[in-house]
């Protein structure tokens, strides 16, 4: 008898089985589809989806939380925002997201103790974390208090460097005052050079030049291409004294960048050797349609490489040029080294000196034309009562008549002439 129902016993219970396990899938279908109901009310963003979805999950303290942003920043109502902030908390007292939030609730509300309490909070919730202090600093900011705010931005400037700039123009806007910023800059040089280029960027001359002080005065290692920007900024702001200035102290931290100069010679790089930076005080280019510039280390006057330019149209000027700091009222002697190949024009390619900031032309050296060897052109000039930096350029004048060829170039050298303009007195 026994034998015969244990079969029946076995089927039955293999039915329970198949029950609770469809009843299960079936209970967690049914909390699937309804999770991905709520999650797809959340995603328009609106006061009735957003409460669909809560209705839906109503212990998801993060769709609280978007109502609250929606009451708060849609609907303007920072009071009902406050309520729904609340709750979020409740179901999660520890997302340092929903107690700023909150703190901005009540600064709506124009509840200044409750808005300080939550700040606070958010910031012994999560104390470390840069987005926090960031937002904690500018709440401070805005409350005027500017001590607590620069605590949180220091904070900010030494956890993350995606932060740098936007804290910088926050500071700078608000303070303008660079002693007291530079107080909470860390000792890392990518965050002094950050703010460097804010001032420059703003025309801030003088401000700029105490922050590069200070970063000099770090003496800390970093990459001198990551600093050019601020000589170039010097150069457009027409401050000849100041940009020779933060060029030679580059070249005094780097043995790279110390080669790009020769004792004598104000011109940098004058032999080509070096890679063209295309900034500072190093040759730049523009290009042009009608010639090809290269390095030709082929063809050279004493060692290393030439500067080839090759004529195909008719243009003046080869688009290479230097900016050269010089003195006023000074006399220099401008030379160079060049060759020519089937250089066919009416106007050859010459050496000149131009003002930097005007349309003078100091010096401009012989033309080159034909099939010339290696020789030297020279011209002796004398600088203006103003001048402060020239260029040197690769010219021709008139430059509309069409030239083809090869012309090449080595060895730049700009001196003080051997005699000078005798001083008064």
Not at 61 to 72: K, Q
Not at 217 to 227: G, S
Not at 264 to 290: C, K, Q
Request: glycine residues 6%; contains cysteine; hydrophobic residues 45%.
């Amino acid at each position: 008898m026994e034998s015969r129902l244990t079969p029946v016993w076995r089927i039955i219970a293999g039915r329970l089985l198949l029950i609770v396990c469809a009843s299960a899938v079936c209970v967690y279908i049914w909390y699937a589809v309804r999770a991905y109901r709520a999650f797809r009310f959340s995603t328009k963003q609106d006061e009735i989806s957003l409460k669909c979805a809560i209705a839906l999950e109503p212990y998801n303290a993060a769709y609280h939380d978007l109502l609250g942003r929606n009451l708060l920043f849609v609907a303007q109502e920072p009071s009902l925002a406050v309520t729904a902030f609340k709750k979020a908390i409740e179901l999660n007292p520890y997302t340092s997201a929903y107690l700023l939030d909150l703190a901005q609730a009540y600064y709506g509300m124009g509840n200044e103790q409750e808005n300080l309490a939550s700040i606070r909070k958010a910031m012994t919730v999560d104390p470390r974390t840069p987005g926090v202090a960031w937002s904690a600093g500018n709440f401070f900011l805005v409350q005027g208090d500017i001590a607590a705010a620069l605590q949180q931005f220091a904070t900010v400037l030494r956890s993350d460097p995606s932060l740098t700039a936007p804290v910088l123009s926050v500071c700078w806007r608000t303070l303008q005052d660079v002693h007291t910023i530079e107080s909470i800059l860390p000792p890392d040089p990518a965050v002094h050079l950050e703010f460097i280029k804010l001032l420059i960027s703003q025309g801030e001359t003088v401000a700029a030049h105490s922050a590069w002080s200070t970063l000099m005065q770090l003496h800390r290692e970093f990459d001198y291409h990551q600093a050019l920007f601020y000589v170039d900024g010097l150069i457009d702001l027409r401050d000849a004294a100041l940009a020779r200035e933060a060029w030679n102290q580059l070249a005094a931290a780097s043995s790279v960048l110390a080669r790009y100069g020769t004792s004598g010679n104000l011109v940098v790089n004058s032999a080509f050797a070096e890679d063209i930076l295309n900034a500072g005080f190093d040759w730049r280019y523009s290009p042009s349609t009608t010639e090809s510039v290269a390095l030709d280390p082929s063809e050279v006057h004493s060692s290393g490489r030439s500067l080839l330019i090759s004529y195909s149209g008719s243009s003046a000027d080869s688009g290479v040029y230097q900016y050269v700091p010089v003195d006023p009222d000074t006399r220099y002697t401008l030379s160079a080294w060049v060759k020519s190949d089937d250089l066919e024009t009416a106007n050859g390619p010459s050496v000149a000196a131009i003002d930097a900031f005007g349309n003078t032309i100091y010096a401009a050296t012989d033309e080159t034309i034909g099939n010339t060897p290696w020789h030297q052109v020279s011209k002796d000039f004398e600088t203006d009562s103003a001048t402060r930096m020239i260029v040197i350029r690769f010219v021709r004048n008139p430059g509309n008549t069409g030239i083809r060829g090869r012309f090449w170039v080595d060895d730049v050298n700009l001196r003080l002439a051997s005699k000078q303009k005798p001083t008064a007195g």
